[in-house]
């Protein structure tokens, strides 16, 4: 088996037990004589295997019992347009903080359907940093506050939730769901595509305040209303079954492994082998402010240097996959998410040493 150290934005590694798991119950899921992907989505088997991946998410990102967890698809994009078709009910008034790309296609797609207001940006230093937020800030009429609590291309993330008050805040917690504890009362609605620390891609998990479900307009679509998915327990038409399934492994995994206290912790640590050497290299350099450094993607850069593609070539065959940044952000980022282990950080930093010490 020769596995390699896979840095991907997404989709990304997935925990090599997990993978095997799936394997052993691949042709013949618990002596059904079938594979999970061949199961009806109604049957007793499949009904267990939702209701455990809901409960075992329940369990480790401890979400109260007034919120709902609802299994969808489209992925996060599809959620730029459902939040402000399901939540616009009021003053159709949302209020964004834009960190970079991802909060910009959010906006953009909320325009659509209300008025939006940028309150705080980092557009002004190509979104390195992730700016102040003041609860004065924010509009009190305003029906959301929208936050990208992790920015995957551009590899900053909110070290602490702002404060909205009584207005519901909503969060694509798409890149750095699972990676660290996070006190779910504080938001009105978290929404991740899974295809980074949930599973394979095709599932979205969308976890929702009970009281900010059944707010759509009449005119919304069947499948764009939130209230389709609660009523049915995430199954008015086929979901993504066998994501399902994967995203339930995972959620055992990081139960058993010590759940987000003990993941957390791992994250930090993996994340700090990485800085500490690019914040001591002479080659290589982070561009993004220390306060708002993600743990989960890490871009850096070989200023003055044309050895970006070198970089990533060597690395390549090497046995690091995937080290190439962003089209829109150029250089290098690596994403290393919950399944990521020690040892490939280290790897890297390794290689990356022996690469400066061979180009500078
Ligand atoms: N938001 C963030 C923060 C992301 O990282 C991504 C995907 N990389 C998206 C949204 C879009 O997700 P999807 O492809 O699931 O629509």
Avoid at 238 to 263: N, Q, R
Wanted: proline share 5%.
């Amino acid at each position: 088996m020769n596995r390699v150290y896979n840095f991907s934005a997404g989709p990304s590694m997935l925990p090599l037990p997990v993978l095997e798991k799936a394997q052993n119950e691949m042709t013949s899921y618990a002596d059904s004589g079938m594979s999970v992907m061949e199961l009806s989505h109604r049957s007793a088997l499949f009904t267990d295997i939702i209701t455990e991946a809901e409960q075992l998410l329940r369990d480790v990102m401890q979400i109260p019992a007034n919120y709902k967890v609802l299994f969808m698809q489209g992925g996060a994009s599809q959620q730029f347009a459902m939040v402000p078709m399901n939540l616009l009910g009021n003053s159709k008034k949302a209020d964004f903080i834009h960190t970079g790309s991802w909060s910009k296609k959010a906006i953009k797609e909320a325009q659509k359907f209300g008025d939006t207001r940028v309150i705080a940006s980092s557009e002004d230093k190509n979104f390195t940093y992730i700016p102040e937020v003041d609860r004065s800030m924010i509009d009190p009429e305003a029906d959301y506050v929208h936050i990208t609590t992790n920015n995957t291309i551009e590899g900053t993330a909110f070290s602490e939730i702002p404060d909205t008050g009584d207005v519901p805040l909503v969060a694509d917690m798409s890149s750095n769901i699972l990676s660290e504890q996070v006190d779910v009362s504080k938001f009105g609605l978290i929404y991740a595509g899974a295809q980074k620390n949930i599973g394979p891609a095709g599932l979205t998990v969308v976890i929702i305040r009970e009281d900010l479900i059944g707010l759509a307009p009449e005119t919304c679509p069947t499948m764009l209303d939130y209230k389709t998915f609660n009523d049915s327990g995430s199954l008015h038409n086929t979901p993504p079954t066998f994501s399902i399934y994967m995203a339930k492994l995972v959620f055992e995994w990081l139960k058993d492994l010590g759940g987000l206290k003990e993941m957390e912790l791992m994250n930090r640590e993996k994340a700090a082998i990485l800085y500490n050497y690019l914040d001591a290299s002479d080659m290589f350099a982070s561009p993004v402010e220390k306060s708002s450094r993600s743990i989960m993607n890490i871009p850096f850069i070989i200023p003055n240097h044309d050895l970006d593609a070198t970089f990533i070539k060597e690395a390549k065959a090497a046995g690091f996959e995937t080290l190439k940044g962003h089209r829109s952000v150029g250089g290098m980022r690596a994403s290393i998410y919950n399944a990521m282990p020690i040892q490939g950080v280290r790897d890297l930093v390794d290689f990356m040493k022996k690469f400066e010490a061979d180009y500078l």
